[in-house]
């Protein structure tokens, strides 16, 4: 297994802001990814963060609304950019080490914009 | 197109019943089947998995679900409730990275 941790685990922003979220895991995993949990629905992936290159898109969510960074093979951020209030929700981050197996979740980013 | 259909979006199950949590996918191939469960204001934590073999999985907490192809359904269950149990239960399909997540099935305990 793997324990993922995430910062900051709530924040309240003003609209036309942007907010940088970590995801640290405490050991190396093959696959990162997000995910946005908005009020009372599922989880939808925004991207897998891919390390030393580019993430990979969703469709629906784009790089300049949600810019993210792989540096290494225990971390990585996602910046949710020019806030608007449609943007509040759960931020999850999560990681595997195998393709075909499950994913370990961090506790969630709980962001509201105003 | 694979998905994850819970039918029930809200289920009230009294301490010490039993409770069944439905889930039905449509997957092209043979699928990777998982159930998390995620409390308030936590991150979604794996309950079991089934990938092959034994159509009966046994998981964390008391909980089993099994496996019916015939009928593309993964359904959770438990013998007895716990006041703990009260959660959000998720079922998710993935194979290859791509893992879809179902609505969620709210469960309550009461006393």
């Known amino acids: 297994s793997a324990v993922i941790s995430q910062k900051p685990s709530r924040d309240i922003c003003q609209r036309g802001t942007s907010l940088t979220i970590q995801c640290q895991v405490d050991?190396?995993?093959?696959?990162m990814f997000w995910y946005r949990q908005q009020p009372g629905q599922s989880l939808t992936l925004i991207a897998t963060?891919?390390?030393?290159?580019?993430?990979?898109?969703e469709s629906g969510f784009v790089i300049d609304k949600f810019p993210i960074s792989r540096p290494n093979l225990t971390f990585s951020t996602l910046t949710v950019s020019n806030m608007s209030p449609e943007d509040s929700s759960i931020y999850l981050c999560?990681?595997?080490?195998?393709?075909?197996?499950?994913?370990?979740f961090g506790p969630g980013t709980r962001l509201t914009v105003l | 197109a694979q998905s994850v259909t819970q039918p029930d979006i809200h289920i009230t199950v009294s301490e010490g019943a039993s409770l069944e949590l439905r889930c039905n996918y449509s997957?092209?191939?043979?699928?990777?089947l998982f159930w998390y469960v995620q409390s308030p204001g936590q991150g979604l934590q794996l309950l079991l998995k089934?990938?092959?073999?034994?159509?009966l999985v046994q998981g964390i907490k008391g909980f089993e679900a099994e496996f019916k192809r015939s009928q593309s359904s993964f359904n959770l269950r438990k013998p007895s409730v716990h006041w703990s149990d009260a959660a959000e239960y998720f079922c998710?399909?993935?194979?290859?990275?791509?893992?879809?997540f179902g609505a969620g099935t709210r469960l309550t305990v009461k006393p």
């Open positions: 998710a399909v993935g194979r290859n990275n791509d893992m879809r």
């Open positions: 089934y990938f092959s073999g034994d159509t």
């Open positions: 999560s990681g595997g080490r195998d393709p075909d197996n499950e994913q370990f």
């Open positions: 963060a891919n390390q030393g290159s580019e993430a990979t898109y």
């Open positions: 050991s190396q995993v093959t696959m």
């Open positions: 997957y092209g191939a043979t699928p990777y």
